[in-house]
């Protein structure tokens, strides 16, 4: 396993690919820097099949639309995270900024050779989908077997070490660009549940969302309670910060 999980580090080849096709002037079909606009469609099931975007800053989301109405989102994607437009396709999933977003966009290198960098898409891919996957399947457990407390507090605990550390001073926290309604479509809930579980959560003392920020009031005692493990995540790197809160 820590062997697989070593490979985690390739995940960042995006940004590394772009910078060393900036420094050598290949062609510029290699890596593209894109920009989305916030609300921007990203990708939807009718995507063309042979794009890869890295994305290097910026929230998306992918969701699905049921023949009701009814939405779901499926998933949240962060800097670091990977998207592929034939995997979106294939789930008829479609994929939208809900922050300003910049991707390094790649084509047609699922299938590379040789040495360049893009080569290294299939293995990327592959432990993206192995990430997603773990991800989605303890979305599942949350739904199925937490109540509505548990499932938002473990929800926004995974967010918060997928978002990384805040850039304001002192925060416990993180910038969060998600509408209480799109919590609420991830888990099963409304969006006047969602609100009472996060005034309950404030109310007693554990973490406040207010004007796009989170802010953990007492993370410690969060974890205990919704029996947060990020361990389904990433490898020590990305958890390292959790570890440190959870053994003081």
């Excluded at 990433?234 to 959870?246: L, N, V």
Aim: glycine share 10%; proline share 3%; hydrophobic share 40%.
């Amino acid at each position: 396993m820590s062997k697989l999980m070593r490979f985690d580090d390739q995940l960042n080849l995006g940004q590394a690919m772009a910078q060393e096709h900036r420094k050598s002037g290949a062609r510029p079909s290699r890596a593209v820097l894109r920009h989305f606009p916030a609300g921007t469609t990203i990708f939807d099931v009718e995507s063309p099949l042979s794009r890869v975007l890295f994305i290097e800053n910026g929230w998306t989301i992918s969701s699905k639309t049921m023949l009701n109405g009814t939405r779901i989102v499926t998933d949240f994607f962060l800097h670091g995270d990977v998207l592929s437009s034939a995997s979106t396709s294939m789930s008829h999933e479609t994929v939208h900024a809900v922050s300003d977003v910049n991707c390094y966009e790649f084509q047609g290198h699922m299938a590379g050779s040789g040495g360049d960098g893009g080569s290294q898409l299939p293995l990327i891919m592959t432990i993206e989908l192995m990430k997603r996957h773990a991800r989605i399947a303890e979305r599942l457990a949350s739904i199925g077997r937490r109540d509505a407390f548990g499932r938002t507090g473990h929800l926004l605990l995974e967010l918060a070490i997928r978002a990384g550390n805040s850039a304001r001073p002192g925060l416990d926290g993180f910038e969060c660009p998600l509408k209480q309604s799109e919590i609420g479509d991830a888990l099963g809930l409304s969006t006047v549940h969602v609100n009472r579980v996060l005034k309950e959560m404030r109310l007693g003392g554990l973490l406040s969302f207010r004007n796009g920020i989170v802010e953990f009031l007492n993370r410690r005692k969060l974890i205990e309670m919704v029996d947060f493990d990020p361990s389904y995540l990433a490898d020590g790197s990305e958890t390292a910060g959790f570890q440190d809160i959870h053994q003081s």
